[in-house]
């Protein structure tokens, strides 16, 4: 993030003047999102060919410039993790034990029942919202949960799990919700292949690549100038490079899909509503589940937010690989980050604004004035 983001790793003084040593782009970060995102819907429009020289070289079934804007957008945010506090994390049983059960049954089951409910008769959409529900978030979710002043040590933990159930589980869950439980309500089923290897590529490349460089940064960091140094001198400097990361990647998604996207405006309406209600759902279930277990608004909104978002990469490119590029389950991956940023940069601010109002005394939650991602 920027400075003043970067500088507040941990809570800062109540009557610290933050909204005012925000930088421009901190402080208009949703117009910052907006503008990228209609940037990319015109290059896409507007420059014939851009989407097949962006996609002309891929990693991990990914566009290498989407590629390079992710590596760069999640860095800094695991630069700023302590490695060293992340025995708190695992030691907290009802944080993990809701984090699993709320990525991996129920996400998977909301998103199941909504693309039916909503859609029942375009097969290919709903096919493509059940693999946006099984993509579960291992990278723009660290941007959310920093902003909204979540837990970075638990995000991190929580985020290394996900990658190894997502490797684990993403194909039998597949098979699962394609074809095993329609079958069993007596609704027509879908054959899928998934590539294993495709989903390993993508943890190791999106998560383990960011992941190592952070841990090293940190430890080789401290090690030679203290942790004073660290987090009060390097960390600011390299902060504002997460969010242009992100806003570069948001350009290059939009970019690449912005002929499907403007081509079939009420085909994206309709897989628009599922994904509005399934975000909504989600995040507000999962912060009530946080409050009632009390797990103090940093891990609440760690909790909330990792089970909100969804690895958009990683289901763009099995719905791409499995479906083809031109197949409506591919439009359904990409309409996904279309209504997720806005939707969780608003969930941000709605975090902030219940921390201040619902977690009276708690030292983890956001000061009265903070908006936007700083305390």
Known sequence: MSDAVAETAR?????????????????????????????GLLLGRLAPGLDEALEAVSVGGVSLPIAVGL???????????????????????RLLVASLALNWVVGPALMFALAWLLLPDSPEFRTGLVVVGLARCIAMVLIWNDLSCGDREAAAVLVAINSVFQVLAFAV????????LPG???????????????????????????????????????????????????????????????LFTIVVLFA????????????VARIALPLLAYFVLMFAGSFALGMRL???????????FTASGNNFELA????VGTFGVTSGQALAGVVGPLIEVPVLVALVYAALAAGR???????????????????
Request: aromatic share 10%; proline share 8%; no cysteine.
């Open 184 to 246: 069993w309500l007596g609704l027509p089923t879908t054959s899928a292949d998934f590539s294993v290897g495709a989903i390993v590529v993508s943890v190791l490349v999106f998560l383990g690549v960011p992941l190592v460089a952070g841990f090293l940064t940190r430890t080789l960091g401290e090690r030679a100038r203290g942790r004073e140094w660290y987090e009060g001198r390097f960390l600011p400097r390299i902060g504002p490079v997460a969010l242009y990361g992100l």
């Open 294 to 304: 009390r797990l103090g608004y940093a891990k609440t909104s760690t909790l909330a």
């Open 357 to 375: 109002r619902l977690f009276p005394g708690d030292p983890t939650a956001p000061a009265p004035h903070v908006r936007g991602g700083a305390r």
């Open 256 to 267: 690449l899909q912005g002929e499907a996207i403007t081509s079939a405006p009420l085909d």
């Open 11 to 39: 809570p800062a003084p109540a009557d610290a003047p933050v909204l005012q040593r925000l930088s421009v782009l901190d402080r208009f970060l949703p117009v910052w999102i907006v503008l990228a995102m209609a940037a």
């Open 316 to 319: 763009i490119a099995v719905a």
């Open 71 to 93: 590596l760069l957008m999640m860095y800094p945010v695991l630069a700023k993790v302590r490695y060293s506090e992340t025995a708190r994390v695992t030691g907290d049983r």
């Open 173 to 180: 869950l597949g098979w699962f919700y394609l074809q095993v």
